[in-house]
């Protein structure tokens, strides 16, 4: 059963701090890694994607990626209370199952104003 | 452009009966998957349609659950005799293929309530 692992939170953090999202995989062959931000009650969104080892920046969002430790994370720079929700971290799965991404069941934010 | 629709948004139905939840992809998109999210869990994966190959149908909890995409287009997931575990958000997303670096994007979501 490959798992992937998140802390449920919440986090909270003061605006303008740095937000640390921390997921951990079981599948070692997994390749692509996928971060999904779900407001209350709507469905998920992806904000952010990452293949190689290493950081991966677009704005605000940082995506890290460490295959040997089979772990991902994303950071949030300069949180803004709109930035409050629940993110999912999705892993795709290895060999004939690589279209199907496994979820964790998310860590709650909470950015205070 | 438009993104992934679903209908109906909600519905409520009285344990036994049979629904029927509807899925439109992104347009072109050829990869289409099913995800069911229980109040406070994570997703659960239901069921896969690439093209015209074989839907992968390894997450379906319990034959009262099927799938149909017709084409790559339109889909339909059928709960028949429907019971109150059923009840959970049903999700649909799709993706331009169905390799491991397509991404999925989701539609809203039906949100299924069995009393």
């Known amino acids: 059963q490959k798992e992937v692992e998140q802390n449920s939170g919440p986090l909270s953090v003061p605006e303008g701090a740095i937000a640390s999202l921390n997921c951990t995989y079981s599948d070692r062959g997994s390749q692509s890694f996928f971060w999904y931000r779900q407001y209350s009650g709507k469905s998920p969104e992806l904000i952010m994607f990452?293949?190689?080892?290493g950081d991966k920046e677009d704005g605000r969002f940082t995506a890290q990626l460490n295959k040997a430790s089979q772990y991902v994370s994303l950071l949030i720079r300069d949180s803004q209370p709109s930035d409050s929700a629940t993110y999912l971290c999705?892993?795709?799965?290895?060999?004939?199952?690589?279209?199907?991404?496994?979820f964790g069941k998310g860590t709650l934010l909470t950015v205070n104003p | 452009g438009a993104g992934v629709s679903q209908s109906p948004s909600n519905k409520v139905t009285e344990k036994g009966k049979d629904v029927e939840l509807r899925c439109d992809p992104i347009?072109?998109?050829?990869?289409l998957y099913w995800y069911r999210q229980r109040l406070g869990q994570g997703l659960e994966f239901l069921i896969y349609f690439q093209g015209n190959s074989a839907p992968d149908k390894s997450g379906l909890p319990s034959d009262r659950f099927s799938a149909e995409r017709t084409g790559e287009s339109v889909s339909t997931l059928t709960i028949q005799r429907t019971q109150q575990e059923d009840s959970a958000v049903y999700l649909c997303?799709?993706?331009?293929?169905?390799?491991?670096?397509?991404?999925?994007?989701f539609g809203p979501g039906t949100r299924l309530t069995v009393t």
């Open positions: 997303a799709s993706s331009l293929e169905a390799g491991e670096f397509d991404e999925q994007y």
């Open positions: 990452i293949y190689s080892n």
């Open positions: 347009s072109g998109h050829t990869a």
């Open positions: 999705a892993v795709k799965g290895s060999g004939g199952s690589n279209y199907k991404l496994t």
